[in-house]
């Protein structure tokens, strides 16, 4: 799962990962992605931190106190400052600065 507000990245983070081994399903609306992580399959979510409404980092405190989310495994993505050391206090298992490389995110999803 791909959720980030900014429709340009989430478009092109999924056009790249749809050449990959990865199912890909995403979220603009971050109001919208708990519920969508409850009722699907997800593995993996690539998140962005600085979105509009309910924060990546308020998303990702809720996953790491929701009983049936918490083994989740996040990326979260962000150019803002400070941002790594917000998304791994928050619960991420792994941080990308955007812009990122495309095959460095590929690298660190296969990794997770």
Known sequence: MIC?????????????????????????DSRKLVQRLHEENTEL???????????????????????KLNNLKVIVMSAGRDAQTVAI????????????DIEDLIDQLERL
């Open 4 to 28: 980030d507000d900014d429709i340009a990245i989430l478009e092109m983070v999924e056009i790249i990962l749809e050449d990959t081994s990865f199912v890909v399903s995403t979220e603009a």
């Open 45 to 67: 979510l690539l998140l962005d931190l600085w979105m509009p409404v309910i924060s990546g980092e308020d998303i990702l405190k809720t996953i790491r106190t929701d009983p």
């Open 89 to 100: 206090g928050a619960g991420a298992n792994k941080f990308i600065a955007k812009p990122f």
